[in-house]
Antibody
Framework: QVQLQESGPGLVKPSQTLSLTCTVS??????????WSWIRQPAGKGLEWIGRIYTSGSTNYNPSLKSRVTISVDTSKNQFSLKLSSVTAADTAVYYCARESILTGYHGAYYFDYWGQGTLVTVSS | QSVLTQPPSVSEAPRQRVTISCSGS????????VNWYQQLPGKAPKLLIY???LLPSGVSDRFSGSKSGTSASLAISGLQSEDEADYYCAAWDDRLNGWVFGGGTKLTVL
């Protein structure tokens, strides 16, 4: 059973960089055809996709966050990470990591099948 | 303002059937599969429907999905109190080159 676990500081000061890590267990992060994504949810609001990384290292980012986001992968540790720079109070949210699976042979058949439990990050001085 | 449009809330009595709509455009729903997620209070989202109408293993067949053109729907039959949750639709958007979500629909079982 694949499990994902987010970790990182729960409090970040404005203008600083938010850094989170997602540790994957129950399977190798570099095996199979998977993307690894970060998704966030401000309190009482909906889900917002931040970006993803493929096992090859290629990335896609949400255009609205692209200038501030970096997602990387460390296959030796079975982890992938998120860095979000120049944070403001608007970046306060629960941050989830998720695995995106691909249904081979079907156009556009991608879906998030495993999610971490989420970690609350508050941006405040 | 979410790229995909869902009603903010729906409600129905136990044992009844409810549908939740999700409206998009040709760059997302019209050209890519729709997935649905259930988020129970205080929990992470859970995959409910993928590739428009497929049920993951372990998901009750009381849940079903459909899609037509640039709109999709989630139907829940035989409503139970445990179905009270937020429901989100999602699709890849070719124009944005990223995932887009609906704003979420809160289901209340009366």
């Amino acid at each position: 059973q694949v499990q994902l676990q987010e970790s990182g500081p729960g409090l970040v000061k404005p203008s600083q960089t938010l850094s989170l890590t997602c540790t994957v267990s129950g399977g190798s992060i570099s095996s199979g055809s998977y993307y690894w994504s970060w998704i966030r949810q401000p309190a009482g609001k909906g889900l917002e996709w931040i970006g993803r990384i493929y096992t090859s290292g290629s990335t896609n980012y949400n255009p609205s966050l692209k200038s501030r986001v970096t997602i990387s992968v460390d296959t030796s540790k079975n982890q992938f990470s998120l860095k979000l720079s120049s944070v403001t109070a608007a970046d306060t949210a629960v941050y989830y990591c998720a695995r995106e699976s691909i249904l081979t042979g079907y156009h556009g058949a991608y879906y998030f099948d495993y999610w971490g439990q989420g970690t609350l990050v508050t941006v405040s001085s | 303002q979410s790229v995909l449009t869902q009603p903010p809330s729906v409600s129905e009595a136990p044992r009844q059937r409810v549908t939740i709509s999700c409206s998009g455009s040709s760059s997302n729903i019209g050209n890519n599969a729709v997935n649905w997620y259930q988020q129970l209070p205080g929990k992470a989202p859970k995959l409910l429907i993928y590739y428009d109408d497929l049920l993951p293993s372990g998901v009750s067949d009381r849940f079903s999905g459909s899609k037509s053109g640039t709109s999709a729907s989630l139907a829940i039959s035989g409503l139970q109190s445990e179905d009270e949750a937020d429901y989100y639709c999602a699709a890849w958007d070719d124009r944005l080159n990223g995932w887009v979500f609906g704003g979420g629909t809160k289901l209340t079982v009366l």
